[in-house]
């Protein structure tokens, strides 16, 4: 490697370390905002979070490499150009495009690392992840009984708890309203004190109350009336099931089959498989209508041939007629209820096809983003000649979520079946490569494109053209 070359990396590599760093944990942070109301109040252990979120923040990475990427490129390259580094390197006979194959060549292979990692390492995470998440998710809320507050989350039970002491197991002025046999047999227990605590395994809750009453309504179906009944009571204990609040762990067989976790070779397996399922489906159709039509005329010419054996008998003729009239009427609902299920039937698999083919196009597209974006990167660093973060954080964000919304569309639109899968995955790729060879010659010829100078002199002479109109 020369000395250029390393130079070019070794100034490189520490900006876009920093870069991918602080785009990943700005990426983690929106995760947490999204997702933080999943863990919060369920008394799970601080450990089981951080693992989650970790494993959660591993998909992450492919998604931060290329706006990191395109943020360090427009940084470095504008610092080089705020410098006139880039001016001495031009004057010196060595081109902006000779000057970026080292880092460009860092980059790609940084791009079939991502490929890799986004292939192999990742589909394992995220079922891990998705593992702990949905049980998270689906565990009930911690019992967290607080004063003057009515519970409510233990099924057809609300508690209410006038005072605690400090010790938060003596309570007082406690209610316990009983909806398990519905509104017509509630049951209600008061009490003036006790104790509330939970066993150690935290599988049941108990309270054991003193001086109270409790209140039973029953129903008598016979004189259609309601009784109520009034119990005291000096020590009264209630137990409660608590297993539903605990954290299940669900088997990781039942995340196999998500997109998101699979490999390349598992998806282009799925949509091998769908592909002949679509085949064999139209086959099918097509089988089952020549069935009935088969059916149809072989009824028809025998009956009528029997009808001209009976020309002479015309209520028997009237009968077959009839006959003929009704199987005709049955064989046409049939064919037509056969036709819409399997046009349903094949429209969800198409779906599933289509789906299979984004989720493959789309491994190979976002390390194929890191290579486009860093040429765009540093193409407009040259050209703006500005670094520090102000001018190149903007010109970033921009360009990134340009190439985010177009992904986005060109991902509905393949989901849709609108176009090809390919053409609408491929669509951002295809639009920001021209955008990249355009924007590396103007920078490679010291084009004033992105420049204030040109862009104060291009509006002036816009405005001086409506003046003259």
Not at 344 to 372: D, S
Request: with cysteine; glycine share 6%; hydrophobic share 45%.
């Amino acid at each position: 490697m020369s000395q250029l070359a390393r130079f070019a990396v070794k100034n490189y590599l520490p900006r876009l370390t920093a870069a991918f760093f602080v785009v990943w944990f700005a990426f983690t942070m929106w995760y947490l905002w999204l997702y933080i109301d999943d863990y919060i109040g369920k008394g799970i252990e601080a450990g089981i979070v951080l693992r989650t979120l970790g494993l959660q923040a591993l998909p992450l990475v492919p998604g931060s490499l290329p706006l990191a990427i395109l943020f360090s490129a427009i940084i470095y390259y504008g610092d080089l150009g705020e410098s006139s580094e880039l001016t001495a390197l031009k004057s010196s006979g060595i081109s902006l495009a000779r000057f970026v194959m080292p880092q460009f060549i860092l980059v790609i292979l940084i791009a079939v690392g991502s490929f890799f990692f986004n292939d192999q390492v990742i589909p394992t995470a995220q079922i891990k992840a998705f593992q702990t998440y949905y049980d998270i998710a689906n565990k009930k809320p911690a019992v967290n009984i607080k004063a003057g507050v009515f519970y409510k989350d233990i099924p057809n039970q609300i508690i209410y708890v006038g005072s605690k002491e400090t010790d938060n197991q003596t309570i007082h002025d406690v209610k316990i309203y009983d909806h398990s046999k519905g509104q017509k047999g509630q049951k209600v227990t008061i009490a003036k004190h006790g104790k509330m605590y939970a066993t150690e395994d935290k599988n049941f809750l108990i309270f054991e109350l003193r001086d109270g009453w409790r209140y039973e309504e029953k129903e008598n179906q016979k004189e259609g009336k309601n009784e109520q009944i009034r119990l005291g009571f000096k020590y009264w204990k209630k137990v409660f099931d608590l297993s539903d609040f605990a954290l299940r762990e669900t088997d990781e067989e039942y995340f196999q089959n998500m997109r998101t976790v699979m490999t390349v070779k598992q998806i282009s397996k799925k949509i091998d498989t769908t592909a002949k399922r679509i085949i064999n489906t139209k086959s099918s159709v097509r089988e089952i209508l020549t069935t009935y039509i088969t059916a149809l005329d072989s009824n028809t010419s025998s009956v009528i041939g029997k009808k001209q054996a009976l020309a002479f008998k015309t209520k028997i003729a009237d009968s077959l007629l009839a006959r003929v009239a009704n199987s005709a009427e049955v064989n046409a609902r049939s064919v037509k209820n056969t036709i819409e299920i399997t046009k349903q039937n094949l429209k969800l698999q198409k779906i599933t096809y289509a789906e299979n083919k984004v989720e493959y196009h789309k491994r190979f597209t976002l390390p194929f983003a890191c290579i486009i974006l860093f040429i765009i990167g540093a193409a407009l660093g040259a050209i703006i000649r500005k670094g520090g973060l102000g001018m190149p954080l903007i010109l970033a964000v921009c360009f990134f979520v340009i190439y985010y919304v177009l992904n986005t569309i060109g991902e509905k639109i393949s989901r849709e079946m609108i176009v090809e899968p390919w053409q609408g995955m491929w669509l951002p790729s295809f639009l920001f490569s021209v955008l990249a060879i355009y924007l590396l010659y103007k920078a490679n010829n010291d084009s004033p494109v992105f420049n204030k100078d040109w862009f104060v002199r291009n509006f002036g002479k816009l405005r001086t053209i409506f003046k003259r109109t």
